[in-house]
Each structure stands twice: as structure tokens, then as C-alpha cells.
């Protein structure tokens, strides 16, 4: 496209931010000094619908900005490397947001969450990755009466898993230790996928109960099977109905619904992952049906230089892309500088 054709393109698409309103071409003669006449702004605007980039509604006049617009909108926004310098003054005061509270690493997240919904006016989320144990610390059998038991299970990264299980025999306290004792021996330090397949040696009185030490050898090598892969934190639910695309209930309802349930955003957002650190997912680009017409600005963030998860915003597809970009990049940046300060 030629400089006059992005001017009038860019114009059209911060009119339609602001506003909500088709755009038409005695709008932009008003609202921007684009130095050329309504004539020649509605012959760029004929040839801007000609390449996709606008689309005319049926009840107006006026046109609307379409998906591929957006696209170029926003690849043209990212390139300029403004939008990422460092104000100092601004991530101080997001550092300080983040830690308001914080006793857990669970209250950055929810912090996180809090500030993307109050500085974006979206619906803001983040999913923090639970990475699965790799070795046994700690395995403990606690008697709970004559015919139950406590299998306590600690991971080498400090998952502990707590089962209560059913006996069939009598079982003293001092023989609980002794299982436990040569459960530890065996286990502790060694990779949880191998358990399965390690052979042990009974001794003693341990002998009469192999059937019991068989159960409990296999709920300790299916400890990572019953943790949750990721944890969840959304807010600003409701900040979608400050939008005039959702002023029908029906969906805003539905919107609602989609947030609200954990599986399918974790299912989205997998399948919407891109591998760079910062993406904009924009319409027709989502893979969910019921996000066609919204964009998703979403970044990782960071500890020890792994992805410990992804946080982002969601909103209509006319969302103030500079500053959204803006702020999604500035918590981002400031979750990993604090995580990494809390790890070290």
C-alpha cells in the first residue's frame, strides 16, 4: 500500500476505536488533516474495500475496519520499538501493584490479573504452568485408625499429594514406619516413571504386607497424574458489557461462560499459542468459534529463563491496540523480574 492509502486506512481505524461508528469519509475530512479532498478520500476508501481491509455494514454508509485490517494495524504498531521502550516511573508503579498484598506467588498472579483489567478495561487472565515433579522427597504412611491410612507424597519441587487409604489388615504404628522406611530407601531421589518398573526387596514382617506396599508403590508412581497441569486467574469479567459489541445479553452471557470455564480456556489458549513470547490474535485468527470477534494480546512470562506461563488480555476486535500492547508487555516484564527477585 502507498503512504496515503496507511494514512487514511490508520485514520479510519482510530475513528472506529473511539467511536464504534462506521466510518465515512466526511468523518475523516473533520476529525484528521489528511491534506486531500472527500472526493480522493472516498476513491481510497472504494480501493481499501477492493483489498480487504474494510468492510461496509448493511444499515450504513459509512465503513468499518476488517480483521485484515487490524492484522497490518498492529504489525505495523509492534515494528516500531516505541511502544517497548522502559519508562522507569511506569513499571515502579506496576512493580508496586504487583507486590501490594503479596504473602504467595499466587497473589502476583492474581495482582496481575487485577492490574490488566483496571489499566485495559478487558477481561484479563493468566495461566501459570504447574510443572510436574520429577523424583520422590518424601514418602510418610500415617495411621488414621485400625482400618485407614494417610499416604502422604512430597515432590522434589514441593508438591504434596495427601490419600487416604482403606486396610485390610491390622497394621501397627511401627510397622507403618518400617514400610515407610524402606519405601524411602527405595524411592527418594529416583525419577517418578521408573517406580513402576523398580523391584524391591521385602524383609521381616514386611512380607505379610505385600498386597498393602503393592497399592501404595502405585499411587507413588501415579503422583503427577493428579496434579493439575496449570492454575487459572481471570478478572474484569464484566468490563466486556462496557462495550457496545455486547450489548446483546445473549452474548455477553455466553462470553461469560467461555471465561468461567477452565478447561476451554486452557484448550484455547494451547491451541492459540504461538512460539514467539508476544502475539496478537486478532478475529477470524482464534480458533474458538465464540472469539471470532474479539482479539487476544498475550506474552509469557518468565523464571531461570523458562515459560512459567502466559497472561494476556481479551476484548472486541477495536481495542486501543497501542496501549493494550503497552501495558499486556509492561506486566509481562514485571512478573519475570519479580519471580526471578522472589526464586534468587
Known amino acids: 500500500m502507498d503512504k496515503r492509502k496507511i494514512e487514511i486506512l490508520n485514520a479510519i481505524i482510530n475513528s472506529y476505536i473511539n467511536s464504534s461508528n462506521p466510518v465515512g469519509s466526511r ?21 481499501l474495500e477492493d483489498l480487504g481491509y474494510l468492510n461496509k455494514p448493511h444499515t450504513s454508509a459509512g465503513r468499518v475496519p476488517s480483521d485484515k485490517a487490524y492484522r497490518f494495524f498492529v504489525d505495523e504498531l509492534v515494528k516500531d520499538n516505541s511502544i517497548f521502550e522502559y519508562y522507569e516511573r511506569e513499571f515502579k508503579e506496576i512493580e508496586t501493584m504487583l507486590l501490594e498484598g503479596v504473602t504467595k506467588i499466587s497473589d ?32 510418610q504412611l500415617l495411621k488414621i485408625d485400625r482400618h485407614s491410612v494417610l499416604l502422604i507424597i512430597i515432590g522434589n519441587k514441593g508438591i504434596v499429594e495427601h490419600q487416604l487409604m482403606d486396610i485390610d489388615t491390622f497394621i501397627s504404628e511401627s510397622e507403618l514406619y518400617s514400610i515407610s522406611s524402606t519405601l524411602n530407601q527405595y524411592f527418594v531421589g529416583i525419577d517418578i516413571d ?16 505385600k498386597g498393602f506396599i503393592s497399592n501404595v508403590i502405585n499411587r507413588i508412581s501415579k ?49 492459540d499459542a504461538n512460539v514467539s513470547d508476544f502475539s496478537v490474535i486478532i478475529g477470524n485468527e482464534n480458533s474458538e468459534n465464540l472469539l471470532k470477534e474479539n482479539s487476544i494480546i498475550r506474552s509469557t512470562f518468565k523464571s531461570n529463563n523458562q515459560n512459567n506461563g502466559v497472561l494476556g488480555i481479551i476484548g472486541p476486535l477495536r481495542l486501543n491496540y497501542r496501549e493494550c500492547v503497552r501495558v499486556v508487555w509492561m506486566v509481562s516484564y514485571n512478573i519475570t523480574k519479580t519471580i526471578d527477585g522472589i526464586v534468587r
Open 27 to 47: 468523518t475523516l475530512t473533520k476529525e484528521f488533516d489528511l491534506g486531500v479532498s472527500s472526493a480522493t478520500i472516498r476513491n481510497e476508501m472504494a480501493d
Open 108 to 139: 502476583i498472579y492474581e495482582n496481575a490479573t487485577r492490574i490488566l483489567a483496571e489499566l485495559t478495561n478487558c477481561t484479563s487472565y493468566l495461566i501459570s504452568f504447574k510443572r510436574p515433579d520429577t523424583k520422590i522427597k518424601l514418602i
Open 194 to 209: 521408573k517406580i513402576e518398573k523398580l523391584k524391591i526387596i521385602l524383609k521381616g514382617n514386611l512380607v505379610n504386607y
Open 223 to 271: 503422583f503427577n497424574d493428579k496434579v493439575s497441569a496449570a492454575n487459572f486467574y481471570y478478572d474484569g469479567l464484566t468490563n466486556i458489557l462496557n462495550f457496545k459489541e455486547y450489548f446483546d445479553v445473549k452474548r455477553a452471557k455466553e462470553f461469560m461462560s467461555l471465561i468461567q470455564d477452565k478447561d476451554a480456556i486452557l484448550e484455547i489458549i494451547n491451541d
